[in-house]
């Protein structure tokens, strides 16, 4: 029987690049000296158990592992970036508050504001249901935009979306089956429809209309709803995602993919040369570390 093709993937960070593989994440980051550190951890079991093969709850089960596998690979370049002494570990105390101070600013910056402002302003002047919703989405998918915007303007931002884009074009070399080389990651584009940038776009739309089907019952339940359905929206929008990804050369699904794929313009730039022998070290480390025997 033939293997399931496995899909890596990753996320830009601070000066480098993290690959999520198998079995084990890689961050591979550059030091101040020119010297690419690397950081090789296996992945915990939490987010490659048979929950991981859940249609659903495995969306979840990502964004978790996003979040707390994201802010040690952040931990880490930064520090590496920084040259300080590249030590990775983090008390669980602190880990748990900053993954609860992110996730809690995106809750309230890209959930609860888009309600409250059509609270405040557009269910003063209707009463239907459906464009009270349609305005929560709408206003969220603006708030989401600008916010990419604005981050867009800072340098250092500018240049971790230029290691964004050195990931996506490392992926997409790896899954060509190319020699990973400037020469062969530099053929592909910097857009990827597994992209965490698509996630989020996804996840907008989505929202849209899960919360369209429940109406306008009073302010604390509705607030209740855009915390607690969440997971759920999570979930059916990886199953987009993951679908997207598996069938990106159909022409229906580039069609459906296209929003996604051209906001990546605001989150990617052309990476030198550097920033691609980075997410090459990181790809090759992360692949190597898979093919090892298991213990």
């Keep these: 029987m033939a293997q399931q093709q496995f899909f890596y993937g990753g996320q830009a960070v601070i000066e480098g690049v993290m690959i999520r593989g198998q079995r084990n994440y890689v961050v591979a980051a550059r030091d101040p000296e020119g010297e690419i550190c690397t950081l090789s951890n296996p992945i915990p079991s939490l987010y490659s158990g048979i929950l991981r093969k859940v249609p659903f709850v495995r969306g979840t089960l990502v964004l978790l592992e996003t979040l707390v596998v994201g802010m040690t690979a952040l931990t880490y370049s930064a520090r590496v970036s920084a040259g300080e002494e ?72 500018r240049r971790v979306f ?3 884009a050195a990931e996506h074009m490392t992926v997409h070399a790896h899954e060509a089956k190319l020699e990973l080389n400037t020469a062969n990651v530099r053929k592909f584009g910097a857009a990827h429809p597994r992209c965490g940038t698509a996630f989020l776009l996804t996840v907008m739309f989505v929202s849209i209309l899960v919360f369209a089907l429940l109406g306008t019952p009073d302010l604390p339940l509705r607030l209740a709803s855009r915390i607690i359905l969440i997971p759920f929206i999570a979930g059916v929008s990886y199953e987009i995602i993951r679908f997207s990804g598996v069938h990106e050369h159909n022409p229906l699904v580039k069609l459906l993919v296209y929003p996604s794929m051209a906001l990546q313009k605001m989150t990617t730039r052309p990476p030198d040369d550097g920033m691609i022998e980075v997410a090459i070290t990181a790809m090759e480390t992360a692949i190597s570390a898979d093919q090892e025997p298991i213990d």
């Design 86 to 157: 590249a030590q990775e570990y983090l008390g669980k105390a602190t880990m748990a508050a900053m993954i609860a101070f992110s996730l809690g600013v995106g809750i309230a910056l890209f959930f609860l504001a888009p309600l409250l402002i059509v609270e405040l302003g557009v269910d003063r002047y209707t009463s239907s249901s459906i464009v009270s919703n349609f305005s929560e989405g709408l206003i969220r998918l603006a708030i989401f935009g600008l916010y990419l915007k604005l981050i867009s303007l800072m340098p250092d931002i």
């Design 162 to 164: 230029a290691y964004h």
